[in-house]
Structures are given as C-alpha cells and as structure tokens.
C-alpha cells in the first residue's frame, strides 16, 4: 500500500509559485518526510524534509500540517528549469532504505 | 565534490553478454544505494552497502545480478548474462551517516539489452 498519495500531474506559470500537495495520513511518529524531483534523463535530486516543523532551504519550502497527514512543496518561483516529476516520501530514520520507495510522483510542468 | 560519478553513461550490448556499471560515491559518504528504473515498476532499490558491506540484497531481481564494493570509493554492478528485461536505467546514490540525511544520485547508465 502506498504511504504517500499525490496528484498525478499539475501545471505552473514561470515566476509564480508552485504548491504541490502530499497525503501521508498514516504516517507514523518518527516518520519524516521527504521531498525528491527527477528532471527528464537525470537522477532523482534531493530537495527537502522534515518532521513536523515546517522547513526551507534555497530551493523550495516544506509546510506539514499540524497533524502531520499532508504537506505542501513550495516552489516560490517556479522556472522552466523546475519542469520534473516531483516525489513525496515518507521515511523514518530506523527504516531499511529498501523503503524509501519513490512512487509515482507529480509530473510537473512549468510553462512561459 | 564532483557529485557521485557513474560510467559508462549509456551501455547497448547483446543478449547473453556481461555488462558491469561502475559507481564512484562522493568521498565520505558511508552509504551507497543501486536502483534500477523502468516505466512499469519506477525506481527500484536493488542494493545498498554501508562502509563497504552489503546489507540489503534482498531487491536483486536474481542470481544474474551481483554487486560489489571492494572500497569506498568504488561499487560495481555486475549482470551475467543479461536479457533484454534487463533494459533500464541504473542508478547509483550515496550518503552520508547522519539521521535524515538525504541521498545523492548519479546521472545513471542507461542499459540496452538487444
């Protein structure tokens, strides 16, 4: 069963920001979560994660509800560059990393 | 750090043949992951090593696949005899030893199997 649950596909306008929600409702206590992207013909990048606060780094912004079930990416000023699928995941750090699973994903595209 | 190196970028070979991929991780990094990515199943974990030691093998498809670390620096993946289900591209990661540090990735091999 799949821990993470995302929209299959969603557009965004160059210079606006990008929100890309996550549902992770059964995520446990000491579970983070994390955030992946794989622009076409490269190697999944590493963007973000976090517990339960909300977290920011130069490339994107991590809100986690309260309840710690949903999340939101923020890309603040999407460029075409940030065209990729984007993957959410959730992981504890005691977990075997044959679970790190990377599921389908958001493909994301970011139009002029 | 020039990010974790793989090689050969692109790989065609005949069914039956050897093919070994190569991965450099980024110096210090105590783990190192091989995943495997097609259209039907996404991105796999096929083996991943901490401090030169294999501890998960258990996403190698078969005994035609095997994987070695021979040092810190240096992993190979090693298919004999390859199919053509063997088509996909081949990603090595690393990281380092520190709770919810995140994984770097290769450029991949994308392997061909006629």
């Known amino acids: 069963d799949a821990k993470t649950t995302q929209p299959t596909s969603m557009d965004c306008a160059e210079g606006r920001a990008a929100n890309l929600p996550c549902n992770h409702s059964?995520?446990?206590?000491?579970?983070?979560v994390y955030w992946y992207r794989q622009i076409h013909s490269q190697g999944p990048q590493y963007i973000i994660h976090?517990?339960?606060n909300n977290e920011t780094n130069e490339m994107a912004s991590l809100i986690i509800t309260e309840d710690r079930k949903s999340s939101t990416l923020i890309l603040p000023h999407a460029t075409l560059r940030d065209t990729a699928v984007y993957y959410c995941?959730?992981?504890?750090?005691?977990?075997?990393?044959?679970?790190?699973?990377f599921g389908a994903g958001t493909q994301v595209v970011v139009t002029p | 750090d020039a990010g974790v190196i793989q090689s050969p970028r692109h790989e065609v070979t005949e069914m039956g043949q050897e093919v070994t991929l190569r991965c450099k991780p980024i110096?210090?990094?105590?783990?190192l992951f091989w995943y495997r990515q097609t259209m039907m199943r996404g991105l796999e974990l096929l083996i991943y090593?901490?401090?030169?030691?294999?501890?998960?093998d258990s996403g190698m498809p078969e005994d035609r696949f095997s994987a070695k670390m021979p040092n810190a620096s240096f992993s190979t993946l090693k298919i004999q005899p390859s199919e053509p289900r063997d088509s996909a591209v081949y990603f090595c990661?690393?990281?380092?030893?520190?709770?919810?540090?995140?994984?770097?990735f290769g450029q991949g091999t994308r392997l061909t199997v006629v």
């Open positions: 990661a690393s990281r380092p030893n520190n709770r919810g540090g995140e994984a770097f």
């Open positions: 110096s210090g990094h105590d783990y």
């Open positions: 995941i959730v992981r504890a750090p005691t977990d075997s990393w044959g679970k790190l699973q």
């Open positions: 059964t995520i446990s206590g000491n579970e983070y």
């Open positions: 090593f901490n401090n030169n030691v294999p501890i998960d």
């Open positions: 976090g517990l339960k």
